[in-house]
C-alpha cells in the first residue's frame, strides 16, 4: 500500500471497512466512490453513494464488513486508457468515475466525468469555507447595507495582507483606478501614460476624466511596463512641457513591473505611480508584496480574479488622506452634516457589507489560491516544457508572480488562433494575451511608446501570447486533459 498515488489514498478504506465507514468517507471525500483493495493494494470492489443506498434500503446493517457483501467485480480500465475511451466506457457503463488500474490490479488514478466531460474555464470562482459564515453574520446583523462591520473589517485585513497603511474598499477595481486619478485632480487634457499591455480597465478611467492617455510598450522578459520605454517617454513630456498626472502601472497576469527601475524615474520626474494590482493581489517583488509600490494601488474581486467577492475593488495607499479622500468620492462626496451637502462630484463606488463578508473569507485561503495557482503553472511546465514552440511567462529576478494566467507565447510558426480553436473544440476555454490598448480601436490615435528600435514588444506578444485554464480549483485531471489538447494539437497529433 506504500505506493497507493495521492489521487486515490484519500478513497480508498481499509479491508475491514463497514458500511457505515464507507458512508463516512464518501461524505467526507465528495467523491463519490470508495475503494476497497485487498492486502496485497490490488482492487476488489468499487463502492458508489447508490451502491451503498442500495444495500442498506436491502437491509444491510450499518456495522456489516463490505467484504462480506454480495457486490460485482469493480468496472475499470487499463492505466493506458485515454480520456476519450474512458469518457466512452463511462458512457457504456452508467458510471461517473472510473478507476484505472496497473498490471497487478492495483488502482493508480480514478478519473471522474466532471473532470473529463465538462468545460474547463479560464479562471473560476473558487469559495472556500467561512465566507458563508461572514455572509450570514451580515444577515443576522440585518448589515445589508453599503458599510458595516465586515466592509471595516475586509479594508483592514487586506491593508495588513498587502503591507500599506490604509484601504478603501470599492465596489470595483475600475473605480479604485478612476477614484486614484480624482484623487491627484486629473484634469481634461492632462496626459496620463499607461502600461499598454493590459486590460481596457487600466486605461478606461483616463477617459473618463478627459484626460489624454499615452500607452508604454513591455519589456519582453517581464512582459510588464518597459523601464527604457518609460523614461523615453518621460523625457518627451517633459521636453513639451506636458509632464503626465499620473502613470498607471500593470503587475500584469500576475506579475509585478520592475519597481527598483520604474519607481526612481517616476521620482526623478515627479510623476505619481498608480499601481494597477488588480491581477497581482499575493504576488511580491524583492519580498514586498504588489499594490504597495505606488502613491496608491487597486485590486480587484471580480468573479475571475485570483480571489473574488463576485464584483469589487480596493483603494490602498500609505497616505491616510488619499484613503479618506476615496471613501468621501465613493459615497457621494457627502460633506460631514446631517443635512445632505455637498460641494464637489462623487460617485456611488462603495462595496457593500454582503459582500464584503464574501472577500474576508476569500482573503483568509488567498495563500492556498497563490499556491495553487502557482502549482498549476508547475504541473503545465512539467509536462509541456519539452515542446519548443512554446515559452512560458518569465518570472523575472525578485519577483513571486502568483500566477494567476498561465500565459505563454508560441514560435512565430504556429497560429495561436488555430490553436485556440482546437482547444475550444475540446470545451477548453484558453484566450489570446490581452489586446494592447494602443491598437484598440478606442484608443486610435493615442501616442505609443515603444521598448526600442521598430520592435512593438506589446504587440509581439499579443500576436503570439495564450493563456490557458489557470483556475485554483482545476483538478490535476482537468491540467492533463489541457495539456494533452496542447501536445496534440502542436505535434499535429490527435487529441487523446
Ligand atoms: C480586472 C482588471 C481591472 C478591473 O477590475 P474590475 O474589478 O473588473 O473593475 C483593472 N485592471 C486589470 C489589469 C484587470 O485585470
Redesign the pocket.
Known amino acids: 500500500m506504500s505506493s497507493t498515488p495521492a489521487g486515490v489514498a484519500p478513497l480508498t478504506l481499509s479491508g475491514d471497512a463497514t458500511v457505515a465507514e464507507a458512508l463516512a468517507s464518501l461524505q467526507r471525500t465528495g467523491k463519490g466512490i470508495a475503494l476497497l483493495n485487498d492486502q496485497a493494494g490490488r482492487l476488489q470492489r468499487v463502492f458508489t453513494d447508490g451502491d451503498l443506498r442500495r444495500f442498506i434500503l436491502a437491509g444491510s446493517r450499518m456495522d456489516a464488513p463490505l467484504g462480506a457483501i454480495e457486490h460485482g467485480a469493480p468496472r475499470t480500465a487499463p492505466v493506458a486508457t485515454t480520456h476519450a475511451e474512458a469518457l466512452a466506457m463511462m458512457d457504456r457503463w452508467i458510471v461517473d468515475q472510473l478507476p484505472l488500474i496497473d498490471d497487478e490490479g492495483r488502482p493508480r488514478e480514478v478519473l471522474f466525468r466532471r473532470d473529463l466531460a465538462n468545460r474547463i474555464f479560464l479562471s473560476s470562482p473558487h469559495l472556500g469555507k467561512a465566507e458563508l459564515d461572514y455572509v450570514s453574520e451580515a444577515f443576522a446583523s440585518n448589515w445589508i447595507a453599503p458599510l458595516g462591520p465586515n466592509v471595516d473589517a475586509f479594508e483592514n485585513e487586506l491593508a495588513r495582507v498587502v503591507e500599506v497603511k490604509h484601504a478603501a474598499a470599492l465596489s470595483?477595481?475600475?473605480?479604485g483606478?478612476h477614484l486614484a486619478l480624482r484623487i491627484l485632480d486629473c484634469r481634461p487634457g492632462d496626459t496620463v501614460l499607461c502600461s499598454s499591455l493590459?486590460?481596457v480597465?487600466?486605461a478606461n478611467p483616463i477617459l473618463y476624466e478627459h484626460a489624454i492617455p499615452e500607452f508604454v510598450d513591455s519589456d519582453p522578459e517581464s512582459w510588464n511596463m518597459s523601464p527604457t520605454a518609460l523614461e523615453r517617454a518621460l523625457e518627451q513630456c517633459r521636453r513639451e512641457n506636458r509632464l503626465p498626472r499620473a502613470i498607471i502601472v500593470?503587475d500584469?497576469y500576475g506579475q509585478s513591473a520592475d519597481y527598483d527601475a520604474l519607481q526612481p524615474l517616476c521620482e526623478h520626474y515627479g510623476v505619481p505611480i498608480i499601481e494597477?494590482a488588480?491581477?497581482a493581489l499575493g504576488a511580491t517583488y524583492k519580498g514586498r508584496p504588489c499594490g504597495g509600490f505606488g502613491r496608491m494601488g487597486?485590486f480587484?474581486?471580480?468573479g475571475n480574479?485570483i480571489i473574488t467577492t463576485s464584483?469589487?475593488?480596493m483603494l490602498v495607499s500609505d497616505r491616510e488622506e488619499d484613503v479618506i479622500r476615496a471613501r468621501k468620492l465613493s459615497t457621494q462626496a457627502r460633506e460631514p452634516a446631517a443635512h445632505y451637502e455637498h460641494k464637489e462630484i462623487g460617485f456611488n463606488y462603495r462595496m457593500s457589507n454582503v459582500l464584503a463578508g464574501i472577500g474576508r473569507g476569500q482573503l483568509g485561503v488567498l495563500a492556498e489560491r497563490v499556491e495553487a495557482r502557482r502549482r498549476v503553472f508547475a504541473r503545465y511546465v512539467e509536462q509541456l516544457g519539452d515542446l519548443e514552440a512554446i515559452r512560458f511567462m518569465p518570472e523575472t529576478p525578485g519577483s513571486l508572480s502568483n500566477r494567476w494566467l498561465t500565459t505563454l507565447t508560441l514560435d512565430p510558426s504556429v497560429e495561436p488562433r488555430r490553436l485556440l480553436d482546437s482547444l475550444g473544440r475540446l470545451d477548453i476555454e484558453a484566450r489570446p494575451v490581452w489586446k494592447p490598448m494602443h491598437l484598440q480601436p478606442l484608443f486610435r490615435g493615442a501616442a505609443f511608446h515603444r521598448h526600442g528600435g521598430n520592435r512593438d514588444v506589446a504587440a509581439e506578444l499579443f500576436d503570439q501570447g495564450l493563456c490557458l485554464p489557470s483556475g485554483s480549483n482545476m483538478s490535476d485531471a482537468q491540467i492533463d486533459r489541457v495539456c494533452d489538447a496542447m501536445r496534440a494539437a502542436l505535434t499535429n497529433r490527435q487529441p487523446s
Open positions: 470595483s477595481g475600475t473605480a483606478l493590459t486590460f480597465a487600466s500593470v500584469l494597477d488588480a491581477e487597486v480587484s474581486f471580480n480574479k464584483g469589487g475593488g
